[in-house]
C-alpha cells in the first residue's frame, strides 16, 4: 500500500506564499499521474494541479499563473508552490497518485488544510 503524507498548510494571508509537499512511500518515478485537488465546504473535489507520466503539467483555471507544481523523485516528493495566494484559495489540499503499474487506481494522502485569510 501506497501512502502519501501531505505537509505544509496552515494559515496565511492573502497575496502571501506558501508551499505544499507531498511525500511518497515509494518511488514516483513511474507515476501514471500525481498532483493535488481540493475541496471546500458545499463543492466537489476540484484539480488544482497535476503532472502526467510524460512530463506535462494541468493547472486548475483558477490557479494558473500563480501556482507551480513540481516534483524531486530522488526524494520521492511531489511540491506545489503557491504565490498570490486568495481567500477563495482556502480549503483543505489532498495530494493524488496513479502509477503505471495500476492507472485505475487512486492513492491520496490525508490531507492538509491551508486557510487563506483576508
Known amino acids: 500500500q501506497v501512502q502519501l503524507v501531505e505537509s505544509g498548510g496552515g494559515l496565511v494571508q492573502a497575496g502571501g506564499s506558501q508551499r505544499l509537499s507531498c511525500a511518497a512511500s515509494?518511488?514516483?518515478?513511474?507515476?501514471?499521474?500525481m498532483g493535488w485537488y481540493r475541496q471546500t465546504p458545499g463543492k466537489q473535489r476540484e484539480l488544482v494541479a497535476m503532472?502526467?507520466?510524460?512530463?506535462?503539467?494541468n493547472y486548475g483555471d483558477s490557479v494558473m499563473g500563480r501556482f507551480t507544481l513540481s516534483r524531486d523523485v530522488a526524494k520521492n516528493t511531489l511540491y506545489l508552490e503557491m504565490n498570490s495566494l486568495k481567500p477563495e484559495d482556502t480549503g483543505v489540499y489532498y495530494c493524488?497518485?496513479?502509477?503505471?503499474?495500476?492507472?485505475?487506481?487512486?492513492?491520496w494522502g490525508q490531507g492538509t488544510q491551508v486557510t487563506v485569510s483576508s
Open positions: 493524488n497518485a496513479r502509477f503505471e503499474e495500476n492507472p485505475w487506481y487512486d492513492y
Open positions: 515509494r518511488s514516483i518515478f513511474r507515476i501514471n499521474a
Open positions: 503532472i502526467t507520466s510524460g512530463g506535462r503539467t
